[in-house]
């Protein structure tokens, strides 16, 4: 009777390690999908070790292969690289320029790099700050790229010269660290699914407001990630979404799983149609936490300004949608 009880007791403590193996390390994918999206497991191939190996975090970017054996690059097929798109010059670059105000770097601005759209064009200036990396375009013409494409947080001033009606294009990017799995090591987990947002100020010749980010604007999302059970996504018409959708962090999500949606090839242009896309979703600055960020915080006269206020914006989802074109047209 006492060795059966030994047996037994050895058996229940050998079931109780499989047990908190399973809650702990090696989380599990649950679910099915039945949305649109392509959907990949697990971690990407990394293809580009470092865009940026004086950022604080690893900017990589790799591609991994969906159930459906399309290949997608994550977090986003970017033009970092790519000399013909230029990058946008500082507002606040913790590597470059570190402007004290909105004023001195307007003041410091060089008439060489306004990007000419239409040459008879008024001059229109656009303060933006991203959480993690953007690439504006105007009228389908890139105007700036963020120089850091993860870490540390910056911020950038560009000039652009055009005619109204013009269209702004941007696409923002949610940097991650698990490449594929929308997440990076912070606050003592391995994989904790980072945040994005935007905010940007446009103003005319004048130094009046024409435009700023808010509910007005178009977004739509085409990578979400971590998904940790396949049956929480849902779609109502052209959104996509993840609201249901658990956001802890773990400390092994290499299980986990991503959705992926093809970008429309002219999504920068003026004449692609946007009408059905969702309408942007605003976050609050305590939400997207900007407080002990100068770039964020030495420009609050432009982005928070009380007269106009620009709001943070991304899709519906801030924290694991991670690709996101946002689109608004000046008339
Ligand atoms: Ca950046
Ligand atoms: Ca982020
Ligand atoms: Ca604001
Ligand atoms: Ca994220």
Redesign the pocket.
């Known amino acids: 009777m006492k060795q059966w009880n030994m047996k037994l007791a050895i058996l229940a403590f050998g079931m109780l390690l499989i047990g908190s193996s399973c809650n702990g390390e090696g989380e599990v994918l649950t679910g099915t999908y039945d949305g649109t999206a392509s959907v990949s497991t697990g971690p990407a191939v990394t293809t580009t070790s470092n865009l940026y190996p004086a950022g604080q975090r690893v900017a990589g970017v790799g591609t991994v292969t969906a159930s459906d054996n399309t290949v997608w690059t994550v977090p986003a097929v970017v033009r970092y690289t790519d000399d013909s798109f230029p990058f946008a010059p500082d507002l606040y670059n913790p590597d470059g320029t570190k402007h004290a105000t909105a004023a001195d770097a307007l003041a410091a601005f060089k008439d060489a790099d306004i990007v000419e759209i239409d040459a008879d064009g008024e001059v229109i200036t656009a303060y933006i700050f991203g959480d993690n990396y953007f690439e504006l375009y105007v009228n389908g013409v890139p105007v700036g790229k963020d120089a850091i494409p993860f870490t540390q947080f910056n911020s950038h001033i560009v000039k652009f010269k055009v005619e109204a009606p013009y269209t702004i294009a941007m696409k923002l990017v949610d940097w991650e660290e698990n490449l594929g799995l929308g997440t990076e090591k912070n606050r003592g987990k391995s994989f904790h699914p980072g945040d994005g947002g935007m ?1 940007a100020v446009f103003k005319n010749a004048s130094g009046e407001t024409v435009a ?1 980010t808010g509910n007005e604007w178009k977004a739509q999302t085409f990578y979400t990630a971590p998904i940790k059970d396949l049956s929480c996504p849902t779609e109502d018409g052209t959104t996509r979404s993840s609201a249901g959708c658990d956001t802890e962090a773990v400390g092994d999500g290499n299980a986990f799983a991503a959705l992926h949606w093809k970008v429309p090839a002219n999504w920068m242009d003026e004449a692609f149609d946007d009408s059905s896309w969702p309408a942007a979703t605003t976050y609050t ?1 305590e939400t997207i936490g900007v407080d002990n960020k100068p770039a964020y915080t030495n420009f ?1 006269d432009v ?3 009380r007269a106009d ?4 914006i991304w899709s519906t989802n801030v924290i694991l949608d991670n690709e996101v074109i946002v689109r608004y047209t000046v008339e």
Do not use: R
Not at 309 to 312: C, I, T
């Open positions: 905010v700023t600055n609050t982005f928070d300004d206020d620009a709001e943070f």
